[in-house]
């Protein structure tokens, strides 16, 4: 099924959003897909995406009973205290035996995903009235959010253990994949990897690095019955690359992408599985060409090597320490054909423009900014850090009337909904949500992020406070 929920991705990317939500509508059809528990554990974030490019869809309303019977089936497999959901399922092992597992356990890449899903349901359902189910989902997305990385998160490694079983013990061969980071394909990863990307990322580059790219697992952690040391499964080159952005290793982003690339020229095929060594246990892997490895690398090239990206509160750039210059051209975004453009060198960026019309203080636009027809998005980098406080995302908030000065930025998230917001600041800051001061979390980086239940037309006010 994933094979499904993912493609619609490219829909989106070619302008075509109705397509996508047709394949959607399929999915949601299909019998007993709402017990089948990994199908709408992603399906959820990928309608969410849609929406990013189809507000105004009725899919979701039309759609709430699946969404109740799927939430109620799942969350009866959850801890009480983690919100962490068990399952069968060790993603990109066939036999969980062969990870020393068995029975229900607890796995990383699923409950990344599981959080992604709970986040979206939790706004679908107010969006739709059922404030009990948006309090249910919304409790269990704030339990995962402290436990995920409690219980998967390995700091001598510097990698995320791939499971841990029911009683709370682990396998005594502990596993460290590249599916363990899944819930980066979505947007709400960004929230609850946010303390991470160094690690994941520096981890990438030392145990899993090969000359075409990357291995599935680190050679240590070789287990019988897969060829896995010596294979990459490229559906998963969008997580690893934006890992790699995330985590200051845009050089690893390109190594990677490289190698995607010259198979693809060479062959003019989106090869699914590199098998690099033809070890033992090739022979079980049957596909070659799938179209989600296509899928994968047009998200890698988009998110992680140009740093653009979307959400349903709109588009925003997402930077990073890079240089030379990226050009995206006929990018469909609602009623808008977008030319965009990256060029400069440094981590942080000297203007962002639409149109020509300098966007300051964000590097999220503006709901009020974007207009329709035809886009022209230019950012420059620099090395030259802000002076003042920079909005950076507010993932599903759309936010107009931005204003931005040396040490106050304010702006209005239009709607109601529940959203992580990011803020790049030289220095510490003050927030206050319609008066009211909400406290912030300190991020590496100068970034500081909050957490927040906007009502509709709120005013948030970001003050930079000199350190005493």
């Given at each position: 099924?994933?094979?499904?929920?993912?493609?619609?991705?490219?829909?989106?990317?070619?302008?075509?959003?109705?397509?996508?939500?047709?394949?959607?509508?399929?999915?949601?059809?299909?019998?007993?897909?709402?017990?089948?528990?990994?199908?709408?554990?992603?399906?959820?974030?990928?309608?969410?995406?849609?929406?990013?490019?189809?507000?105004?869809?009725?899919?979701?309303?039309?759609?709430?009973?699946?969404?109740?019977?799927?939430?109620?089936?799942?969350?009866?497999?959850?801890?009480?205290?983690?919100?962490?959901?068990?399952?069968?399922?060790?993603?990109?092992?066939?036999?969980?035996?062969?990870?020393?597992?068995?029975?229900?356990?607890?796995?990383?890449?699923?409950?990344?995903?599981?959080?992604?899903?709970?986040?979206?349901?939790?706004?679908?359902?107010?969006?739709?009235?059922?404030?009990?189910?948006?309090?249910?989902?919304?409790?269990?997305?704030?339990?995962?959010?402290?436990?995920?990385?409690?219980?998967?998160?390995?700091?001598?490694?510097?990698?995320?253990?791939?499971?841990?079983?029911?009683?709370?013990?682990?396998?005594?061969?502990?596993?460290?994949?590249?599916?363990?980071?899944?819930?980066?394909?979505?947007?709400?990863?960004?929230?609850?990897?946010?303390?991470?990307?160094?690690?994941?990322?520096?981890?990438?580059?030392?145990?899993?690095?090969?000359?075409?790219?990357?291995?599935?697992?680190?050679?240590?952690?070789?287990?019988?019955?897969?060829?896995?040391?010596?294979?990459?499964?490229?559906?998963?080159?969008?997580?690893e690359c934006l890992c790699a952005r995330l985590g200051g290793q845009m050089a690893e982003v390109r190594h990677?992408?490289?190698?995607?690339?010259?198979?693809?020229?060479?062959?003019?095929?989106?090869?699914?599985?590199?098998?690099?060594?033809?070890?033992?246990?090739?022979?079980?892997?049957?596909?070659?060409?799938?179209?989600?490895?296509?899928?994968?690398?047009?998200?890698?090239?988009?998110?992680?090597?140009?740093?653009?990206?979307?959400?349903?509160?709109?588009?925003?750039?997402?930077?990073?320490?890079?240089?030379?210059?990226?050009?995206?051209?006929?990018?469909?975004?609602?009623?808008?054909?977008?030319?965009?453009?990256?060029?400069?060198?440094?981590?942080?960026?000297?203007?962002?423009?639409?149109?020509?019309?300098?966007?300051?203080?964000?590097?999220?636009?503006?709901?009020?900014?974007?207009?329709?027809?035809?886009?022209?998005?230019?950012?420059?980098?620099?090395?030259?850090?802000?002076?003042?406080?920079?909005?950076?995302?507010?993932?599903?908030?759309?936010?107009?009337?931005?204003?931005?000065?040396?040490?106050?930025?304010?702006?209005?998230?239009?709607?109601?909904?529940?959203?992580?917001?990011?803020?790049?600041?030289?220095?510490?800051?003050?927030?206050?949500?319609?008066?009211?001061?909400?406290?912030?979390?300190?991020?590496?980086?100068?970034?500081?992020?909050?957490?927040?239940?906007?009502?509709?037309?709120?005013?948030?006010?970001?003050?930079?406070?000199?350190?005493?």
């Open positions: 099924m994933w094979d499904h929920i993912y493609p619609p991705r490219d829909f989106l990317l070619f302008g075509e959003p109705k397509r996508a939500e047709k394949a959607f509508r399929f999915l949601l059809d299909y019998p007993h897909v709402d017990t089948s528990m990994m199908i709408p554990i992603q399906l959820l974030p990928a309608i969410n995406e849609m929406l990013a490019f189809l507000p105004d869809s009725n899919l979701v309303s039309e759609h709430m009973d699946f969404l109740r019977r799927f939430f109620h089936f799942t969350r009866q497999w959850c801890d009480a205290e983690t919100g962490l959901v068990a399952n069968l399922l060790c993603l990109a092992v066939d036999f969980p035996s062969h990870a020393g597992l068995d029975g229900l356990f607890y796995e990383a890449g699923m409950n990344s995903m599981w959080y992604n899903a709970c986040r979206v349901l939790e706004n679908f359902a107010m969006e739709n009235g059922d404030m009990e189910l948006a309090h249910s989902a919304g409790e269990i997305a704030a339990k995962i959010e402290v436990s995920f990385p409690k219980v998967f998160f390995d700091s001598q490694e510097g990698f995320l253990r791939t499971a841990m079983r029911q009683d709370g013990s682990y396998p005594k061969h502990e596993l460290f994949l590249y599916t363990n980071i899944w819930g980066l394909d979505y947007i709400h990863g960004l929230h609850l990897f946010r303390k991470l990307f160094r690690p994941l990322a520096d981890y990438q580059v030392r145990k899993l690095h090969h000359p075409m790219g990357h291995i599935f697992m680190p050679i240590e952690n070789g287990i019988s019955g897969r060829s896995s040391v010596s294979e990459h499964m490229n559906q998963h080159l969008g997580h990677v992408l490289s190698g995607y690339l010259e198979i693809f020229d060479r062959y003019r095929n989106a090869v699914e599985t590199f098998n690099y060594g033809y070890c033992a246990g090739d022979q079980t892997q049957r596909a070659d060409w799938q179209t989600f490895s296509a899928t994968a690398a047009m998200q890698a090239c988009i998110h992680a090597a140009t740093g653009l990206h979307w959400h349903r509160g709109g588009l925003f750039f997402l930077p990073a320490d890079d240089s030379g210059t990226c050009r995206l051209r006929n990018f469909h975004f609602r009623n808008c054909q977008i030319d965009f453009e990256v060029s400069g060198k440094g981590a942080f960026v000297s203007s962002m423009q639409l149109n020509g019309i300098d966007l300051d203080g964000t590097m999220q636009i503006p709901d009020d900014c974007l207009k329709e027809g035809h886009v022209i998005w230019r950012v420059h980098r620099t090395s030259v850090p802000p002076k003042h406080p920079l909005l950076l995302y507010a993932l599903d908030a759309p936010v107009s009337r931005l204003r931005s000065d040396s040490k106050l930025l304010t702006f209005q998230v239009d709607k109601a909904v529940h959203a992580p917001i990011c803020i790049y600041s030289p220095d510490d800051i003050h927030v206050r949500v319609n008066g009211k001061n909400i406290p912030v979390e300190r991020l590496p980086e100068k970034r500081f992020t909050f957490d927040y239940m906007f009502q509709r037309e709120s005013l948030v006010e970001i003050k930079l406070v000199a350190r005493r």
